[in-house]
C-alpha cells in the first residue's frame, strides 16, 4: 500500500474559495498520477505518467507547462496499480458493485484506473471563473458538456469512504482524457466497451491545507451545505 496527498478539500471549493494555493511544481512532487482543478476552476486536471494535462471549458486539452500553474484542490500519488480484472460493456452506475465483487476496500482510499475502448463518455469541465468566485453550485450551472463514442482513453481517479465526503468526493471522483490526448474533463457518465481495470490501495491520507490563505482559514463551513453542493456539482 502507499499514499495519497491531497491538497486543499472539496469542501472549500463549495462557497468559492477557488484560489490557487499550490503549485503545480510542487503537486508533482508528491504524485505522477492524479486529477484536479486549477485557480478558478480553470477546466479540469489529469495528471498521467508524470505529465499533467488541463482540460478547458470547450473539452480540449492542453500540457499545463506554467510552473506558476495553481490549483486550489487536487489529489495526487505515485502509480502503483495492480490489474484487478478485464470488463466488457460496463456502466459508470456499476462500477462500485464491479470494484467490490472483488476486493473489500469500501472503508479506504484507494486509486482507480480503467484503460480501453469506451462507446460512450459524457464529461463536463468549466471556463476559468474571476473574481469574486462564484460558487460551487453556481459554477456547475455554467459547465460545458461533452459527449464522444467509440473512443480509446484512460479514467484516472479516487474512491474516498462516505464517511469522507466534504474533504473529498464520497464515492468515486473520476476523470477521463483520451488516448490521443485531445479530448477529456470530469466524467458524469460513461460506458467501457472493452478494457481493464486496476487499483492502488491507500494506507495513508496525506491531507494538506492552505494554512497560508487567510479566506480559507477564517471561512465559517458551518453555514456551507457541502454534502448537498459536492452531490448538485458531481452529477
Do not use: W
Request: net charge negative; hydrophobic share 35%.
Amino acid at each position: 500500500m502507499s499514499e495519497l496527498f491531497q491538497h486543499g478539500t472539496l469542501a472549500l471549493l463549495v462557497p468559492g474559495l477557488l484560489e490557487g494555493t499550490i503549485s503545480i511544481q510542487d503537486v508533482l512532487k508528491h504524485g505522477d498520477t492524479g486529477i484536479g482543478t486549477g485557480q478558478g476552476l480553470d477546466g479540469e486536471l489529469i495528471v498521467l505518467d508524470g505529465t499533467a494535462y488541463q482540460v478547458n471549458g470547450e473539452g480540449k486539452v492542453t500540457v499545463v507547462n506554467d510552473t506558476d500553474f495553481k490549483l486550489p484542490f487536487c489529489d495526487v500519488h505515485f502509480a502503483e496499480f495492480k490489474p484487478l480484472k478485464a470488463v466488457e460493456k460496463l456502466k459508470m452506475r456499476d462500477v462500485e458493485k464491479t470494484v467490490f465483487a472483488d476486493v473489500d476496500y469500501r472503508n479506504i482510499f484507494f486509486g482507480l484506473k480503467m484503460t480501453g475502448n469506451f462507446s460512450k463518455v459524457k464529461a463536463r469541465s468549466v471556463n476559468k471563473q474571476d473574481k469574486p468566485y462564484p460558487s460551487l453550485t453556481q459554477t456547475a450551472d455554467q459547465q460545458s458538456v461533452f459527449n464522444h463514442e467509440d473512443i480509446n482513453g484512460t479514467i484516472i481517479g479516487y474512491y474516498s469512504p462516505h464517511i469522507f465526503n466534504g474533504p473529498a468526493v464520497g464515492g468515486f471522483h473520476l476523470h477521463f482524457i483520451s488516448e490521443d490526448k485531445t479530448v477529456g474533463g470530469h466524467l458524469l457518465d460513461f460506458e467501457l466497451a472493452a478494457g481493464k481495470i486496476s487499483l492502488q490501495p491507500f494506507e495513508t491520507l496525506t491531507q494538506h491545507f492552505p494554512v497560508d490563505n487567510q479566506e480559507f482559514m477564517s471561512h465559517d463551513f458551518e453555514k456551507d451545505d457541502i454534502a448537498s453542493a459536492i452531490d448538485y456539482a458531481e452529477k
